[in-house]
Structure formats: C-alpha cells, structure tokens
C-alpha cells in the first residue's frame, strides 16, 4: 500500500508541475492574442478601402492589359504555406497541412513561412522553393519578401498561378483553414448592400460620382496592384498568427483544466487508498490484541 500512496503523489506532484507550465503559457498566448487579433481586426478596412479603389478604377482602365491580372493555362502553380514556428496550439497546423497535401505534386512549388510547413512539406519531399521565417510580430516589410517573390515568379512566366494557404481568423474559438487565389489578381469585388464585410461593418453603395484620377488610371492600377498584393499577404500573416495564439491559448486553457481534473480523481484515489490501508492496519492492531488475549 505504502508503495502505491507514494506512486500517487508522485504523479499528483508530476501533473501539478505541468499544470503550472501550461497555465504560464496560457497567460502568455492569451497576452499575445489580444495583441495580434487587434493588429489582423485593424487591417481588414483599409484592405477593403483598397479594393474600393481598385473598383472604382477598374471602370477607367483596361485591366486586361496589366501582366498581374493575366490569366495563363495552368501548368505550374505556386502555392504559399503560412504555419507557425510551434505546436501546443491544437489541431491548427493539422488542419492547415491537411490541405496543402491535397494539392498536385507534380505541378505544384511550395513555398513555406514557418517551420511547421517547412518541415511537414520535407517530409513529404515535395518541391520546396523557398522558405520566409518571420518575427512573431511581423512587419510590412517582413511580408514583403514573400509577395516580392511571388511577383517575380509569376511575371517571369515560371508559375501561372499563385496561392495562398493560411489560416483566417474568425474568433476565438474558430480558425479556418483558407485557400486564396493572389495571382493572377482576381477581379475586385464588394459585398452586396446589408451584407457583412470582413470587418463586420455593414457594406454601402459606392459612390456613383466619377472621380477624376492622376495620373492616369492605368498607371494608377500599375503603382496600387504591387501594393495591393502586399497589403494582401501582410493581411493573411496577420490572421495567421492572431489564430496561431488564439487556438494556442485555447488548447493551453483544455490542458490546464484537464490537469486539475486528473489532479482531484488521483487525490481522490490517494485518499481511498490510504484509507484502505489504515483499515487494514488497525484490524491488524484489534486481531494481534484479540490474540494476546
């Protein structure tokens, strides 16, 4: 008995002690996920003011004639992997990763920003062009290596495709595995009237005034696509590591709870254990009294 109370308490002192570790990184992915939900909630209106400039312009200029919205027969594709650098954040990157794999090996690159992707995509041994680490609080100037290089393969003629697999965040408990066309631009498009946009604000009309635009409309749309595609992918980092922290806290908080859960049944068994084990001790005492008469 003596050996199995002190088996228990050893596993109560084992699972408190991990219990504390995951509490500690509970409060710091809840720390960060405020911190990166607010920067991917803050950029999702300016990147629809964008696309309402870029509609607006697509009615003065023949879109057909720029080389980023050319669209080519698809016989390479490029395809980006946003993951995290770590795990402990749930199904996450499993879900993510589950859809890189469905993509055609044999006519499809990847490039990967972030170590989870990188390594999953080796271990598969599929094309890997490049990989883009980037901070845990990532600049515009950090995403744009990654937009640059998808630029130059596309208008190179080396890919006829680029794609985007992230994951967008919807909330706190919901992350979505998305995938998105960046290249070539597909046409600009607005949420129909009452209809929700991504920054939860209800769409308007545009402004049916014409607006007169320097320079000239197509060289207009030459200077704001490159920085569209930027923005774009800037965008979907921002998602990516507001669901990164947010499903890392979430599954941070399961842990903990389920430690504390375990943490009282073994209490309880150490308990009824060391009760038995009294008993017995006593009955012993009564039955070695009894026989001394």
Do not use: W
Request: with cysteine; charged share 25%; aromatic share 6%.
């Amino acid at each position: 008995m003596a050996a199995n109370t002190r088996d228990i308490r050893r596993r109560i002192k084992s699972i408190k002690n991990t219990s504390q570790i995951t509490k500690a990184m509970q409060m710091v992915a809840s720390a960060k996920m405020r911190k990166a939900q607010g920067a991917a909630m803050a950029g999702r209106p300016y990147s629809e003011l964008i696309n309402k400039v870029l509609v607006d312009v697509r009615k003065h200029a023949d879109v057909t004639l720029h080389p980023l919205l050319a669209v080519r027969p698809l016989k390479r594709e490029l395809v980006v992997v946003i993951s995290t650098d770590k795990g402990l954040c749930g199904a996450l990157n499993t879900n993510l990763l589950r859809e890189a794999t469905a993509f055609d090996e044999f006519q499809t690159d990847f490039v990967s920003s972030g170590r989870k992707a990188q390594q999953h995509l080796a271990r598969l041994r599929r094309k890997l062009d490049a990989d883009f680490p980037l901070p845990d609080a990532p600049a515009l100037r950090d995403t744009k290596l990654i937009s640059k290089y998808c630029i130059d393969q596309f208008l190179s003629g080396k890919v006829d495709k680029v794609t985007i697999l992230y994951t967008k965040f919807v909330n706190t408990l919901t992350q979505t595995p998305t995938i998105r066309t960046l290249l070539p631009i597909s046409p600009f498009e607005l949420p129909a009237k009452g209809e929700k946009s991504e920054a939860g604000q209800l769409a308007e009309t545009l402004d049916q005034n014409d607006y007169l635009y320097e320079p000239s409309p197509m060289e207009l749309l030459g200077s704001i696509l490159p920085h569209y595609l930027h923005f774009q992918i800037y965008q979907m980092v921002l998602d990516a590591r507001a669901s990164e922290h947010s499903a890392r806290m979430v599954a941070m908080k399961n842990a903990t709870d389920n430690a504390l859960q375990l943490i009282k049944d073994l209490t309880l068994e150490y308990n009824k254990v060391r009760q038995a084990s009294i008993t017995t001790e006593l009955l012993e005492i009564s039955t070695a009294q009894m026989a001394l008469g």
